[in-house]
């Protein structure tokens, strides 16, 4: 008689392991076949006491409230080898000491290294300083242009707690995830400031001469202006990331805009970079609570762009009203080409860092002379409204160091390269970048890791104008040419 419990039992382990087996061979189909891509996004509050001082301006009042509240805005990657971060803060512009003490925090915390690391102002003119060593904030950036070793103030030290903070929540939210990159375009809210202009009187500068160009020409006469001295870059480019189910993650954006302002006297604010990423937010719906939405703007080339139209009749706008016009504006083109975006499971990253020896401006000794002319109690009537302030800096740069070293830094994320450079850079040098860049998509991020002032090309040296003069522009007028040189050879490198 045959065994039917035996029988049963068997015929039981058999339906078992083809079940088993059939769970198996659809888990290895499902598993990656290699390094799993992962990301991860973080804000944090940068917000500070009130009392800090506004810089951004020739005055700088203290803070009386606050507006909207700053924070640091971190991205996260990670491709199962290699590990980035970026992280952008609103505030005018964190000098090298403060970026490096993040950095330090960041890698006793996290293990990643100063070239895994961007840290970048997004550049609102409406945020507490970060400038000077013993935070006061009323001084200059004169970061890598002093000697002695770093002390940081209390909000300074804060800055730089606070961004390691936003770093590590951004790694412990890490996920596996996919990530795509678009562009867009938003051309009518850029304009360039510097024009040349008829009156003689308009291009006066502070050393006693006349330049070519007027920053910011005044607009109750039209017939003033001639032509703008350079171009516009209207173009938008964003890395996006999205968990592996489609849920928006992250966005990093790149627009080669300056602030928009417009905020009332004593107010904090993060500027329409500000209102880009609560706008992106509600836009992409991203309100999970396990990992909520970030959207992220980086300040591109526009050390030479605005938001003034001054060929147009300007109409009065409430405060706040333009700064959200624009990043409405702005959040709505990324929000239209992020429909066509095609995420991936993988990318390749890469990321370097390097310093590039460059030679300070130096004053002549006419200069010199006539900084301490005008700085003396005899002197006579003002050449120029600013004319104190600048033979300040003349005599702080002769007494400076003959060089400086400023870190540049290549990212490579899949077919997307990033520039990251700690200057504020012209339109017309980001634009070179972009059409030079050895790989389909590239961006350049300005007043990264540090901030040394402007950064003219050599033809825009020649015409003069604000950006270009001495304290406000501190290294040489090559210095586009070789830091352009140098990203281009690190991507070249990478890819």
Known sequence: MPNLTLNRLTGRNVIRGCWLALVATAWL?????????????????????????????????????????????????????????????????????????????????????????????????????????????????????????????????????????????????????????????????????????KSEELRRNPFGGTDAVRMNPPTANKDELVKPAGPTDPEIVFLSVQALNGRPLAVLANYSLHYVGGTMAGAISADYFGVFAERLRELLGGDAAAAPFVGIMSNGTSGDVNNIDFRGRGTPAAPYEKMRRVGNAVAAEVYRAYQGVVHVPWVKLEARLEEVRLATRRPSAEQIAYAEARLAPTAGKAWHPNEKLYSRHVLRAAAGPAEVNVPVQAIRVGEVGVAALPIETFAEIGLELKAKAPLKKAFTISIANGAYGYMPTPAQHQLGGYESWLGTNRVEPEASVKLTARLLAMWEEMK
Not at 162 to 186: H, T, Y
Request: aromatic share 6%; glycine share 12%; charged share 20%.
């Open 29 to 197: 189909a499902a598993a990656p076949a290699g390094p799993v891509f992962r990301a991860g996004a973080d804000r944090t509050d940068v917000t500070p006491e009130l009392g800090v001082v506004i810089v951004g301006n020739f005055v700088t009042p203290a803070s009386t409230h606050v507006h909207d509240p700053l924070y640091a805005r971190t991205l996260v990657l990670d491709d199962g080898t290699t590990r980035v971060a970026f992280v952008l803060v609103d505030n005018v512009g964190l000098p090298r000491f403060v970026c490096d003490a993040a950095k330090q925090l960041i890698r006793e915390k996290t293990g990643l290294g100063p070239a895994q690391v961007l840290i970048a102002s997004t550049h609102t003119h409406s945020a507490g300083s970060a400038r000077d060593r013993v935070g006061g904030g009323t001084d200059e950036i004169r970061d890598g242009f002093e000697g002695g070793a770093p002390v940081l103030g209390p909000y300074q030290q804060f800055l730089a707690t606070r961004i390691a903070d936003s770093v590590r929540n951004a790694i412990q939210r890490l996920e596996p995830a996919k990530i795509g990159w678009g562009a867009g375009s938003e051309p009518t809210q850029v304009f360039n400031r510097r024009w040349h202009v």
